[in-house]
């Protein structure tokens, strides 16, 4: 733990009940905020060091709180799951050989690839295993079991789903379960080159224009196999890369596995085919009650994967936001006790912030990224969250996952030579007209202030985060 973790954690280690807030700061807070123009509802709040707050505007108003999800989710599997600094012993992919068919098997890792140049968490290591062991194989069949088949959750607008911020999840991942799509153009006039893996067909409907500005667009069809691309690109523009989202991964997964067999010399004699297990009432805790969820005995497998540390994983999802590995995060908190369901997640998420002292009233979530435009978070429910974590053995660890101002992540190009330059830690939140950045901040004075923003129902061409930006670098010069 480094000295500014120790210390962190030490200046948030005592919570004293909150003092008058400065009405003088709040006023002009209120200003900078009002800056953005009418229509967009604010939340904040700012406390010092000793838990007193500085700031309180709607503090205990619900706001869709987008990406802040994800401190929720990562919060609750650092309090749930244990160690994560080890390799990571129980999520790696496996194959086995049922019969004549090979089954690859997800068991929840985010990280596998399928890349032929892999060297970390590769595909090719079990293809190579299978290959050792038989020349001929039926079906090749992706496994993901393990979870329930619940690959979006509630609340996800439908229009995400062909994007790589909408993609499936599952227990069987690969390659972030997005498909490289690359659009090279033509001479004025002509239909652009598209080029990608044959999982997907393509409706090419791209023109090459003059100029160097390229403006290609993509939908899919939930659970569609045909890709249609629009749009135009300019003769002069580099070439569009683009990645789209996959709505079955373990099929995908199971796809790329038999190409990989191929090239190793194995006869693939069946289909590509896939095993769901479909979500039932026992995947529901409410339902269940206290019966345990049911876990048969696992097969013996051929070969099976050791990724990394879960903790690498989590720097990686918390930096640049990324969505996928977040839900895979919530459901693999959920097989702590649970089944894997989102619904035995939400339990996890809600002990640890009972745990924390947060009111039941300051929260309610449907999934694990922020892509549910049905999550709901207060303010004050966020920064109490964010107090206790300091105060927790792999607190300081957490906070070294968040976006520094300035620095990297999804703040790399926010707060880049102000007073919180080098000085903010905070996760970041955008999703259809809501805005939210929630962490801790050392003010002026050298101490260490913890927040919590929130913007929803921003109009139209309106630059909520910039007065949200411009409102905390204020407090931070104030105290």
């Not at 496994?143 to 999840?169: A, C, K, Q, V």
């Not at 890709?227 to 569009?240: E, M, N, V, Y």
Request: glycine share 10%.
């Amino acid at each position: 733990m480094t000295k500014q973790a120790l210390a962190l954690v030490a200046a948030l280690a005592v919570a004293v009940p909150a003092a008058a807030q400065n009405k003088d700061l709040t006023a002009r807070v209120e200003a900078a905020l009002a800056q953005a123009g009418p229509g967009t509802r604010f939340g904040i709040v700012v406390v010092d060091d000793q838990g007193r707050d500085v700031v309180a505007i709607n503090p205990d108003a619900r706001f869709i709180p987008a990406s802040n999800t994800k401190m929720f989710t990562t919060a609750t599997a650092l309090d749930t799951m244990g160690d994560l600094t080890q390799p990571d012993t129980t999520g790696g992919a496996a194959v086995r050989l049922d019969g004549r068919d090979v089954v690859l098997i997800g068991n929840g890792d985010a990280r596998l690839s399928g890349a032929d140049d892999c060297t970390v968490d590769c595909l090719t290591t079990l293809a190579d295993a299978v290959a050792k062991r038989t020349h001929v194989v039926g079906d090749v069949i992706g496994d993901d079991t393990l979870l329930p088949d619940e690959r979006w959750g509630p609340g996800m607008s439908w229009n995400n789903i062909p994007t790589r911020s909408g993609t499936g999840t599952s227990a069987l991942t690969m390659d972030d379960n997005e498909l490289p799509v690359t659009v090279t153009p033509g001479a004025v006039g002509a239909v652009p080159k598209v080029e990608l893996p044959a999982y997907y067909t393509v409706d090419n409907r791209l023109m090459t224009v003059a100029g160097s500005k390229s403006a290609v667009e993509f939908d899919r069809a939930p659970n569609g196999y045909e890709l249609r691309l629009s749009g135009t690109i300019g003769a002069d523009a580099k070439p569009d890369k683009l990645r789209v989202g996959i709505d079955d991964p373990a099929r995908y997964a199971a796809w790329r596995f038999a190409q990989l067999l191929k090239a190793r010399g194995v006869r693939v004699t069946g289909k590509v085919d896939v095993r769901h297990r479909p979500l039932m009432p026992s995947d529901d805790p409410a339902i269940r009650g206290n019966a345990p969820p049911a876990r048969p005995p696992l097969p013996p497998v051929l070969a099976k994967l050791t990724p990394p540390p879960l903790l690498d994983d989590m720097h990686l999802t918390m930096k640049v936001s990324q969505n996928l590995h977040a839900e895979l995060f919530l459901r693999r908190s959920s097989l702590v006790a649970g089944s894997g369901s989102i619904a035995d997640g939400q339990v996890a998420v809600r002990a640890m912030l009972a745990k924390a002292g947060v009111p039941r009233a300051a929260f309610d979530f449907s999934d694990g990224s922020g892509m549910s435009s049905y999550n709901r978070v207060a303010p004050r429910g966020a920064v109490i969250m964010l107090r206790w974590i300091a105060t927790q053995p792999w607190g300081a660890a957490w906070r070294e996952t968040l976006p520094v101002g300035g620095v990297d992540g999804t703040l790399a190009k926010r707060f880049g030579g102000t007073l919180l330059d080098h000085k903010l830690f905070a996760k970041t939140g955008t999703l259809n007209a809501s805005a939210a950045l929630s962490g801790y901040m050392i003010a002026k004075s050298g101490r260490t202030l913890t927040f919590s923003t929130y913007a929803n129902d921003i109009p139209p061409g309106v630059e909520a985060t910039k007065a949200v930006d411009a409102a905390l670098e204020l407090i931070a010069a104030e105290n």
